[in-house]
């Protein structure tokens, strides 16, 4: 006959916080009940009880392939980590309906303590030994066209009491608390400003180069201009784009294009440069892999698109602003995992960035796609923003500005370009101009949103892209 129960029960101090690092301490307690068991007359319980608590992490994996006729399933369990506390190991006295509760704290480790298991080593895409950076929480389903995936980071509080040589029954032990983790922030000390360069040369050569008087009128004139490749003069430039190589999540990629003008240009004036449009977005990808059976490995991975911007109108590229415009995007969310690695499951971005420039009446579309290393947030970013993120009120006021830089001591305000394409128009005659800027590059989205204005004060040309909402990543 027992002389007694206890049941035990894990209780948080922070209900559904998100742990950041290893100095996040998890606090709370293990609460105990004690109740009357089948023999009678006993008043009170009294002798030894250890509890012990445990903080246990993994990462799991399931690949499911078909071919039409038959499904296959592949599995990949890797631990991550397992750590212990003591939380009481004394004696104890507990009078029948009564609760007490025992104080206990654990922390998560800096980095992975178990070993690989059955996988092997991992090569570029996966870890091959412990010592690593713990992953984040994270849950992705992905269905493909024949093959799809499940995987989860999970971390997990579980429990155990004992009384030994005393016949009580304990409920509860082993039970499992799931907490979410999230990476370590990082200094702003620490912070890598690394930057990748591309350089274009283009060149247009066309009737927009010349004067309206000097352009092609007659049958004769436009002949002669179609069948001759030097007719028309041209104009050369160069293109220097600036593309950051480390990202981080709650901040704001920066981006740098400059245009060089160069020498070997037989216009006859230089012409306007415009920033016709700028767009950029992230694409995640994840890579998972089962342990290995018999003679190979099953692996497999999928994409998204969990962050991206929207196109829009920019302008000229001006001499006053050394040829330069600085783009800043939208702040990168919370809700998206930063880069990591483990034994089964990888994951890793590619941004592609697209652009617009127009010379002439020419465009030039160009391109640029790269992977790049997402960080977790800065500690003393002003941007992050934990509690508002995380339930999606992403109110950034200051999306859709638009700062052309001008230089710190001058006092004299430069024309907008609006103002200036005004005018122009005004002392030419409208047929032989093009379009107004505002008329021509109108915005066609599926929901409205208003042209940015080109502010008349601010030291840098920036240009703050409005954010579309992309598809939901649950961490």
């Known amino acids: 006959m027992t002389i007694a129960v206890l049941g035990t029960s894990i209780q948080l101090d922070r209900r559904n916080r998100v742990y950041i690092g290893s100095e996040d301490v998890i606090t709370g307690h293990v609460v105990v009940t004690c109740s009357s068991g089948t023999a009678a007359g006993v008043p009170e319980i009294f002798g030894p009880l250890k509890i012990v608590i445990w903080l246990h992490g993994r990462a799991k994996s399931k690949i499911i392939k078909s071919n039409g006729q038959s499904r296959s399933t592949y599995r990949g369990r890797a631990p991550l980590i397992r750590t212990s506390a003591i939380v009481h190991n004394d004696s104890f006295k507990g009078q029948p309906g009564s609760t007490y509760k025992f104080p206990f704290a654990i922390a998560f480790p800096p980095a992975t303590t178990e070993g690989r298991g059955l996988f092997e080593p991992g090569g570029s895409l996966f870890v091959s030994d412990e010592g690593r950076p713990l992953p984040p929480s994270m849950r992705l389903d992905y269905r493909g066209f024949a093959h799809r995936f499940d995987c989860f980071v999970e971390y997990k509080l579980t429990h155990a009491a004992t009384m030994p040589g005393i016949n009580v029954r304990i409920n509860g032990n082993h ?3 799931s907490v979410r983790y999230e990476m370590p922030r990082v200094s702003c000390e620490s912070k ?6 591309t350089t274009r040369r283009l060149c247009v050569s066309n009737k927009h180069l010349l004067q309206p008087i000097d352009r092609p009128s007659g049958f004769k004139e436009k002949s002669k201009a179609l069948f001759s490749s030097d007719y028309y003069p041209k104009h050369t430039f160069e293109v220097v784009f600036c593309s950051p190589q480390h990202l981080y999540v709650s901040s704001r990629p920066q981006f740098s294009i400059r245009i060089r003008h160069m020498d070997d240009s037989t216009a006859p004036t230089v012409p306007d440069v415009i920033l016709k449009n700028f767009s950029v977005s992230l694409k995640a990808y994840t890579e998972v892999r089962a342990e290995k059976q018999i003679f190979m490995e ?10 991206g911007s929207v196109k829009f109108p920019i302008g000229p590229f001006e001499k006053s602003r050394d040829w330069t415009w600085e783009v800043r995007g939208t702040v990168i969310p919370l809700r998206i995992a930063p880069s990591f690695k483990t034994y089964n499951i990888s994951r890793r971005y590619e941004m592609k960035v697209s652009w617009i420039l127009r010379c002439a009446e020419k465009d ?16 003393e970013d002003p941007s992050n923003e934990p509690s508002t993120s995380r339930q999606g009120e992403e109110n950034f006021t200051e999306m859709g500005d638009i700062l052309p ?4 001591g001058s006092e004299e305000r430069l024309p907008t370009y609006q103002e200036a394409a005004s005018q122009d128009r005004k002392s030419e005659s409208s047929d032989e101009q093009p379009p107004a800027f505002d008329d021509e590059y109108s915005i066609s989205m599926d929901k409205d949103f208003p042209t940015p204005p080109l502010s ?7 240009v703050n892209i409005p954010e579309e909402q992309p598809p939901a990543f649950t961490p």
């Open 405 to 408: 830089s001008q230089d710190a």
């Open 175 to 177: 039970v499992d608390y």
């Open 456 to 462: 008349e004060k601010g030291k840098g040309k920036e």
């Open 298 to 307: 099953q692996t497999s991975r999928g994409d998204e698109s969990p962050w």
């Open 364 to 379: 030039f579309t160009l391109e640029r796609s790269q992977y790049v290393i997402l960080h977790p947030p800065l500690t």
């Open 192 to 197: 890598i400003d690394q930057m990748i360069t």
